[in-house]
């Protein structure tokens, strides 16, 4: 198993970003995927869940209304766009598939 996420930079408050993660290893298409962020020195916190047929995604109320979550089941990948980036957004941000995580992903919202 394999998540690749990217897409991660700096970008100034009020920005955006998309972010990928490239899933190999597992029949992705019957696959639940989620984002998770870990800012430094706080818990990891969850972002964001598909479901396998993107019949369903959920939010944390702290990126609701903000984030989207998406998925290319052809490309075995899973999106997650992000605008009106704060500051307090800025997090290293990872995949999960079941008990497997990506390397992540660092996005840092500063001026």
């Known amino acids: 198993v394999q998540l690749v996420e990217s897409g991660g930079g700096l970008v100034q408050p009020g920005g955006s970003l998309r972010l990928s993660c490239a899933a190999s290893?597992?029949?992705?298409?019957?696959?639940?995927v989620s984002w998770y962020r870990q800012a430094p020195g706080k818990e990891r916190e969850w972002v964001a869940s598909?479901?396998?047929?993107?019949?369903?995604?959920y939010y944390s109320s702290s990126v609701k209304g903000r984030f989207t979550i998406s998925r290319d089941n052809n490309q075995s990948t899973v999106f997650l766009q992000m605008n009106k980036l704060k500051p307090a957004d800025t997090a290293l941000y990872s995949c999960?598939?079941?008990?497997?995580w990506g390397q992540g992903t660092q996005v840092t919202v500063s001026l």
């Open positions: 290893g597992f029949t992705f298409s019957n696959s639940d």
């Open positions: 999960k598939w079941k008990g497997n």
């Open positions: 598909i479901t396998s047929t993107d019949r369903s995604r």
